[in-house]
């Protein structure tokens, strides 16, 4: 959420309480459990499909400018898998479009006032992470059989370095789901921190009269460039981990 920091004069600016959990819809959402996290997803998804279905709904030869949008998505995605994955590309086509989307969602949605930004939870971004993990390992046992285990030993290597070699190479494939989930996190968390400290900057600053209502433009500008960034960044972040997953299915498929 970048909501402004509540800045008071002698307090300091609470950064982090942007990414605290909280029940909402009232006793019902207490009782489940249910934060702002997981509403959020519903949200994203509500919005992506209503994209998808309203932009496709014309069908048109020559389209609009809503149907051009998911038409291009739609064909950026597809061409990421298959140029990625080849031919079977197109049997995870659905899950790297729907995997793209919903990162894509989370990062944008966080930027409205009084949102929240799910992705910026390290259990949200490991919870996809392992998921494109598991589905690359069964991925490769159903195109590799056994053959998967081999991968683990590089071809050439003498047998008596394989002690060593395989537990750094299983060490190595682990790490996979840690890192790109991290990576997301990281990225989303670094963004909003900066986007709350600066908006305190401004909210202290106006508090020191005139002079400091002029002092107060300067982090207003940073807020704009970092706003600016933060859309770039949200975008190719959903792109690194479509594209991470593409890579890690494609050695799973191609042998």
């Known amino acids: 959420m970048t909501g402004e920091a ?4 002698g307090s300091t600016i609470d950064a982090l309480g942007q990414f605290e959990l909280h ?9 489940l459990r249910f934060s702002q ?17 309203i932009g496709m709904r014309p069908a048109s030869v020559v389209p ?15 061409d990421l898998a298959i140029g990625t994955m080849g031919e079977e590309g197109a049997a995870f086509f659905p899950f790297v479009f729907a995997l793209f989307f919903f990162i894509l969602a989370g990062n944008y949605l966080g930027l409205l006032p009084f949102s929240f930004t799910y992705t910026s939870h390290i259990a949200v971004t490991l919870a996809l992470a392992v ?8 991925a490769s ?22 002690p060593l070699l395989v ?7 682990l790490s996979r789901p840690v890192s790109l989930s991290i990576r997301l996190f990281a990225n989303m968390v670094a963004g909003h921190v900066l986007l709350e400290v600066f908006a305190g900057f401004t909210i202290m600053l106006a508090g020191l009269g005139f002079f400091g209502h002029i002092l107060a433009v300067a982090p207003i500008a940073i807020n704009i460039a970092l706003t600016a960034l933060e859309l770039l960044v949200g ?6 981990f479509a594209i991470l997953t593409c890579i890690y299915l494609r050695e799973a498929v191609a042998h």
Request: glycine share 8%; aromatic share 14%; no cysteine.
């Open 6 to 9: 509540s800045v008071a004069a």
């Open 23 to 31: 029940p909402v819809l009232g006793s019902l959402g207490e009782a």
């Open 37 to 53: 996290s997981p509403l959020f997803m519903l949200i994203a998804v509500v919005l992506v499909l209503a994209f998808l279905f």
């Open 64 to 78: 609009g400018r809503l149907q051009a949008a998911a038409e291009i998505g739609y064909d950026f995605i597809h």
């Open 131 to 138: 998921t494109v993990f598991v589905i690359s390992i069964l």
């Open 141 to 162: 046992l159903r195109f590799q059989g056994l053959g998967f285990f081999k991968h683990f030993m590089p071809a050439g290597a003498p047998v008596w370095l394989s």
């Open 167 to 173: 537990p750094i190479e299983i060490l190595s494939f």
């Open 235 to 240: 975008v190719l972040q959903a792109y690194v």
